[in-house]
Antibody, heavy 126, light 106 residues
């Protein structure tokens, strides 16, 4: 079955760029009509959606992070990636990648995440 | 910005029914979904499109969404159901999560 796995540095210095990659196994990232999302959760806090990319490369970002986020797709490696620039301690969190099969039902948009990676802790500290 | 409100904690006795609420402005006009996150694990989708269960999710999990409140119901609660539960919808082009509810089965 399809599985997602995050990878990347667990420690990033303040003001630098956080870079994470999600590798999709058991299926092609380009198949189907999925979006691929990044979500994070700071310790003791709630989940926060960061953004997503479609198989055609179209992106949507959380307005609160949009100025610092870039999500990209590499179908040849079956991966998608997150870059978050100018990080601060507030960006310390467990970062998850997730599959997003969002679609319309009539005139209503259905947006949810049906598959998640195990998550990776990223700490921002000098 | 749009907000979803959940109770911080809910307790239930084994074998009884647990209900977890999620409130938001006219939430019933949107689709809601629910995730279960056991300690040390990543979230698992248990309900999507208000009432649908993904493959592999027990029938004990059900949900409704009307007015301003979505409710996740877990019947015949078991110790394995002890977890954090998050509701989620979307508004103005972005995903919105509830703050999460810790379900204790004791």
């Amino acid at each position: 079955q399809v599985q997602l796995q995050e990878s990347g540095p667990g420690l990033v210095k303040p003001s630098q760029t956080l870079s994470l990659t999600c590798t999709v196994s058991g299926g092609s990232i380009g198949s189907g009509t999925y979006y691929w999302s990044w979500i994070r959760q700071p310790a003791g806090k709630g989940l926060e959606w960061i953004g997503r990319i479609s198989t055609s490369g179209r992106t949507n970002y959380n307005p609160s992070l949009k100025s610092r986020v870039t999500i990209s797709l590499d179908p040849s490696k079956n991966q998608f990636s997150l870059k978050l620039s100018y990080v601060t301690a507030a960006d310390t969190a467990v970062y998850y990648c997730a599959r997003d099969p969002s679609d319309y039902s009539g005139s209503h948009y259905i947006w949810y995440f049906d598959l998640w990676g195990r998550g990776t802790l990223v700490t921002v500290s000098s | 910005s749009y907000e979803l409100t959940q109770p911080p904690s809910v307790s239930v006795s084994p074998g009884q029914t647990a209900s977890i609420t999620c409130s938001g402005d006219k939430l019933g006009h949107k689709y809601a979904c629910w995730y279960q996150r056991r300690p040390g694990q990543s979230p698992v989708l248990v309900i999507y499109q208000d009432t649908k269960r993904p493959s592999g999710i027990p029938e004990r999990f059900s949900s409704s969404n009307s007015g301003s409140t979505a409710t996740l119901t877990i019947s015949e609660a078991q110790a394995v159901d002890e977890a954090d539960y998050y509701c989620q919808t979307w508004d103005s082009g972005t995903v919105v999560f509830g703050g999460g509810t810790k379900l204790t089965v004791l």
